[in-house]
C-alpha cells in the first residue's frame, strides 16, 4: 500500500513515516501542497494523508484538486479547534479526520479502516459486505463502470463525481431494485459514519441525480426516493 503524506511539521512527519513504515507502508512524504500534486501526478497512491495547514495553500484546496482527477481516500490531519475544516474536508471529499495532537497508532487504524471500506470497491470481484444479493456492477446500456479509472460512465459520458458520489453510485448499481437505508449507504461510502448525518446522504443524492439528469439529458429518475426508507436504485 503507497501512502502519500502531506505534512510540514518535520516532527509530526517523522513520527508518522516511522510509525507507518513499521506497518509495512511504503510512504512517501510532501511538505507543501504543491509537492503532493507534483508526487500524485508521478505515482499512484493508495490513500492520502492531508494536514490542512500547509505553507503554500490549505489542505482543503489540496484535496479539491486531488478530487479532479482521482477518488483516492483522503484522511485529513487537523487542528483541535478545526471544526470548520473538518466539515469543509468532510463535504470535499474527504473520507476521514483526525484530530491533532494523535497517536500514530490511531492513524494507521484509520488508515486501515478506510481502506477496508475502499477495498470492496477497488475489487469488484468482492461483494460489498452485509448487503445481500450486492454482485459486481453490472455495465448495462446505461451505466459502465470503469474498474482502473474508478470512473462511472452513464450512456458513454464519464460521470464527473467526488469520491462520497462514485462509492454511492457504486452502492446503488451493485443493488439495483433494491431499497437502501440511508444507515447502509452512510456505511458503505463514509469511512467513519459518524462523523456524518443524513442529511449529507440527502445533499449527496440531490448532486448525483444533477450529475445524471445532466449526462443523460433525459428525465429518467434512476434513483428514487422511499419516503421513510430510503433510497433506491431503478435501472
Ligand atoms: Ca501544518
Known amino acids: 500500500m503507497h501512502v502519500l503524506l502531506v505534512e510540514d511539521e518535520p516532527a509530526i512527519a517523522d513520527t508518522l513515516v516511522y ?4 506497518e509495512r507502508f511504503e510512504v512517501d512524504h510532501a511538505l507543501t501542497g504543491g509537492a503532493a500534486l507534483t508526487a500524485f501526478g508521478e505515482k499512484a497512491y493508495d490513500i492520502v494523508i492531508l494536514d490542512i495547514g500547509l505553507p503554500d495553500m490549505t489542505g482543503l484546496d489540496v484535496c479539491r484538486k486531488l478530487r479532479e482527477i482521482s477518488p483516492v481516500p483522503v484522511l485529513f490531519l487537523t487542528a483541535r479547534d478545526g471544526v470548520v475544516d473538518r466539515i469543509l474536508g468532510l463535504e470535499l471529499g474527504g473520507d476521514d479526520y483526525v484530530t491533532k495532537p494523535f497517536s500514530p497508532r490511531e492513524i494507521v487504524a484509520r488508515i486501515r479502516a478506510i481502506l477496508r471500506r475502499a477495498a470492496p470497491y477497488v475489487t469488484p470481484a468482492k461483494p460489498v459486505a452485509a448487503t445481500p444479493a450486492a454482485t459486481a456492477v453490472p455495465s448495462d446500456t446505461t451505466f459502465h463502470h470503469d474498474t482502473a479509472a474508478m470512473r462511472i460512465h452513464c450512456h458513454g459520458t464519464a460521470l464527473d463525481l467526488t469520491a462520497h458520489e462514485y462509492k454511492l453510485m457504486l452502492v446503488f ?6 431499497v437502501l ?7 458503505h461510502a ?5 462523523a456524518v448525518t443524513d442529511r449529507t446522504i440527502d445533499a449527496h443524492i440531490k448532486t448525483i441525480r444533477a450529475k445524471l439528469k445532466a449526462a443523460q439529458a433525459g428525465a429518467e429518475d434512476f434513483i428514487q426516493t422511499r419516503r421513510g426508507l430510503g433510497y433506491l436504485y431503478a435501472p
Open 181 to 187: 437505508t440511508r444507515d447502509q449507504l452512510l456505511d
Open 173 to 178: 448499481l451493485k443493488n439495483p431494485n433494491r
Open 190 to 194: 463514509w469511512a467513519d459514519p459518524g
Open 19 to 22: 510509525a507507518l513504515k513499521t
